[in-house]
């Protein structure tokens, strides 16, 4: 199981973070990512296993009280906004973790939001979810105009 997260690639990404604050939270950004990423298999998932892999790794590293749960809640708030928009994250992140398509990232947020809207039953809104949306516009939009230019 220790395949499904690459522990010295998280670990790179947080190291880059400039604060202790700013490392805690692109580490639950990165670790949250590969975990997501990780669902997108056709294969079954023991889910009891990844969990206590991810849980392990999360705690050696940022200690208790912190599990997978309370970092794909963090994913689904507004304080993972300053980590996606961040370019110096982004960098580190695509550069490091090279196994998360960086194009998948607000896929994977967005699934993220529709798990928990699936747990909660209430509707997805706020910031993360606006984000989603203007970053589907703005695909869209460069779609458009590289179809227009032939491309």
């Not at 990780?38 to 999360?58: A, G, H, P, S, Y």
């Not at 980590?83 to 994977?108: G, H, K, N, W, Y």
């Amino acid at each position: 199981m220790d395949t499904l997260i690459n522990k010295d690639n998280i670990l790179a990404v947080m190291r880059q973070g400039r604060t202790r604050a700013e490392s805690t939270d692109w580490f639950r950004v990165a670790v949250g990512l590969y975990y997501l990423a990780n669902l997108m298999t056709k294969e079954t998932i023991d889910f009891k296993t990844v969990d206590r892999e991810f849980n392990r790794f999360i705690y050696h590293t940022i200690g208790g009280g912190h599990t997978i749960t309370s970092v794909l809640q963090f994913m689904s708030g507004k304080d993972v906004l300053p980590v996606v928009q961040s370019e110096r994250f982004m960098t580190a992140f695509t550069s490091t973790c090279t196994d998360v398509p960086p194009d998948s990232i607000p896929f994977l947020l967005e699934l993220n939001l529709g798990v928990a809207k699936n747990i909660s039953k209430l509707e997805v809104e706020g910031p993360v979810h606006d984000w989603l949306e203007a970053q589907k516009r703005a695909r869209e939009t460069r779609e458009e105009g590289a179809a227009g230019e032939g491309i």
